[in-house]
């Protein structure tokens, strides 16, 4: 499995950007996927995620009402629309996915709980 994030940049606070991440090389379908992020000094948090079955979805709540996560038909790439972004919002993006046949019993939100992850792409908000 494989997955691709794009999106990532320079934006001004109260600024936009839409993350994505393509994901291949799966032969069943996934469990989840989703977002999560690390800002220097601190720990991985998980951002926001959907589930593959009914599409429900999570959201911190440093970030609700201002992110939207939501995925294309074929459920193989998935988006992170930021708005409203702040300076905290600065971080290294990951996108992340829990296969199938991972079987744990950990929320998607918790990093304990994908197995597989991409590459992260940088997210700088400052004015």
């Known amino acids: 499995v494989q997955l691709q994030a794009f999106g990532g940049g320079l934006v001004q606070p109260g600024g936009s950007l839409r993350l994505s991440c393509a994901a291949s090389?799966?032969?069943?379908?996934?469990?989840?996927i989703g977002w999560f992020r690390q800002a220097p000094g601190k720990e991985r948090e998980g951002v926001s995620c959907?589930?593959?079955?009914?599409?429900?979805?999570y959201y911190a709540d440093s970030v609700k009402g201002r992110f939207t996560i939501s995925r294309d038909n074929t459920k193989t790439t998935v988006y992170l629309q930021m708005n409203s972004l702040k300076p905290e919002d600065t971080a290294l993006y990951y996108c992340?996915?829990?296969?199938?046949?991972?079987?744990?019993?950990?929320?998607?939100?918790?990093?304990?709980?994908?197995?597989?992850w991409g590459k992260g792409t940088l997210v700088t908000v400052s004015s």
């Open positions: 992340a996915l829990r296969s199938s046949e991972y079987s744990v019993n950990y929320p998607c939100h918790d990093s304990r709980g994908m197995d597989y």
């Open positions: 090389g799966f032969t069943l379908d996934y469990y989840a």
């Open positions: 959907i589930s593959s079955s009914d599409g429900s979805t």
